[in-house]
């Protein structure tokens, strides 16, 4: 089996960059600075399908892109999780959460989808890009 | 500075066990099997908080517990995330979900809190510890 990224996420997200077990992808989605990691091995649903040494990668990797995120967006909160509900690829949500954003105290999922313009993606996209830029593990 | 469970935590949830790094509390729902893990660390609010060693013995943890919970509730999904808007401690709940249950396939935060009867919640507790016994890592 050979890893490849769901369709929906696919359809949901920009490409960042790869750090070196997850894809990092941006969420398109205006009311939340939204990242995505996506190991990037086949037939993954739950953190524990993970070999051991992966989940550490990832939960190093989460680390990484909460610190990236922390100094670039400054929120009041990061938010990580893992559900994977609707989309069975094992993916870890990490969101950059202000008080006064579109859901805050509750969580961004199910929240309405309102989808960044493209000059705005771009623009923000770029600026992650470098962000990432040689920070891979 | 001395770790202490947040007020919040110590009212909504039972006691299951101590971990190496965490506590093991079983949320007072009975909509669904609700765990959560609290690293015993003073004044965490973010995973980059902890030690980076800490870090990936919560990932440990987290995969125990999942595993753990996969065995006993046999679930569709486990849901597992950080949030932490209302409650500043860090606290990572591990869920286990149903495509019967009553948010699926929603997340359950915001979702309305059903509390278990006394008599259901020792019984669910008592299974619970018996499951974690001698199982810190």
């Not at 070999?51 to 909160?77: G, N, Y």
């Not at 949500?93 to 579109?102: E, F, K, T």
């Amino acid at each position: 089996m050979i890893f490849s990224l769901h369709p929906r996420l696919q359809q949901d997200t920009f490409k960042i960059t790869d750090l070196t077990l997850s894809q990092l992808l941006l969420m398109n989605n205006r009311n939340f600075p939204w990242l995505i990691l996506v190991p990037q091995k086949p037939e993954i649903r739950e953190l524990t399908d993970l070999e051991p040494k992966d989940r550490l990668i990832l939960m190093e990797e989460i680390c990484l892109v909460s610190e990236k995120m922390q100094a670039f967006f400054k929120p009041d909160k990061i938010n990580v999780a893992s559900l994977g509900n609707l989309v069975p690829q094992l993916h870890i949500h990490v969101v950059a959460r202000y008080q006064h954003d579109a859901a805050w105290p509750g969580p961004v999922w199910g929240a309405t989808c309102v989808e960044c313009q493209e000059k705005a993606a771009k623009e923000i996209l770029g600026k992650l890009i470098t962000v990432f830029k040689a920070d891979s593990l």
